[in-house]
């Protein structure tokens, strides 16, 4: 088939890293939600101030260096919350935040010094999570010549509290990691079919599979094992066989293609041609980036921490 396996391109950039977490933040944290950007409490400023799921309070920092300052400040700034819940709690009433918890604090950087990462073993009480955020880029096509597709990569960091169940999924992180080769040929083949059908798939991988937003609110979750894979589509509520060799693969995909058509997502090869190609150059245009970007905001891979598993 001709791929490569994902390898770090480079480094991102500040800017692009807020305007992705801006965009997508409960890709960062399941169920995150930004109340407010550039927050100044009292001496210190917050990049992303907002709750998860379970409306604690939760600080999200980026920062590409001088970690350890950053990491104290952004303590302090918790600090600073606890001692005003009050003032918290009137001013996002209607947020019904649960202020008994802990708040989370998030650090998001391209690197976390080995000296940082143990000096949280001596930090007790903190809620402490921390992102590394890198360019990687997937040689899906290489043999036909056709351009890499290049996207920011999340991946968490161990650090004191995290068990030893979450370690081992994050040394597991993505699905390119898959030790049979026909399979991750299947799970590439897939994704190639896809994109060639349907235009801006946004494509993340979490420590058992992958995800795929497509036009029109429809997700598609592809469930990786050690000898098969299995394809949801979550609006239709389709559930495919396990896919456990090539043969019933292809019977898989001319069902699942069906249903593409039945979404109005599969446009001819001389559509696609004449629309989609078009429309695509278009985007590259007004957004720039990278060389060799399709598109640093509509595709990106992005992998999970363990409590967020597929369904």
Known sequence: M??????????VSEDDLRDFIGQYPAEVQEGLTILKRDLELDDFLVDFF??????RLTILQVRPSNLEAHLLSSLAAIGWILGHKDYFSN?????????????????????????????????????????????FQVDMVRDTGAEPVRGILLERIPVNKTSKEEQKVVLRSHVYAIEEKWLRDLCIDFIKKLR????????????DGLVLRLPGDETVYV?????????????????SRPIRSLE???????????????LGQAPGREKEEEMGRGETEKIQERKGGFPGVVSLRENFICTFPATNTLQ
Not at 2 to 11: H, I, M, Q
Not at 101 to 121: C, D, E, G, K, Q
Not at 252 to 259: G, K, L
């Open 50 to 55: 907002g709750h998860d799921r379970e409306r």
């Open 2 to 11: 001709g791929f490569v396996l994902l390898r770090k391109a480079a480094s």
């Open 196 to 207: 060639e059908r349907v235009l801006r798939v946004r494509l993340f991988t979490r420590p």
């Open 248 to 262: 019933s693969y292809r019977h898989f995909w001319d069902e699942f293609e069906a249903f593409l058509k039945g």
């Open 91 to 135: 001013l996002y009433g209607r947020e019904a935040l649960n202020l008994d918890l802990m708040p989370r604090l998030i650090l998001v950087s391209p690197y976390f010094p080995p000296s940082l990462i143990a000096s949280t073993n001596f930090i007790k009480g903190a809620d402490l999570v921390f992102y590394t955020a890198n360019i």
């Open 223 to 239: 469930n990786t094992g050690r000898d098969y894979f299995q394809v949801h589509l979550a609006k239709r509520e389709y559930s």
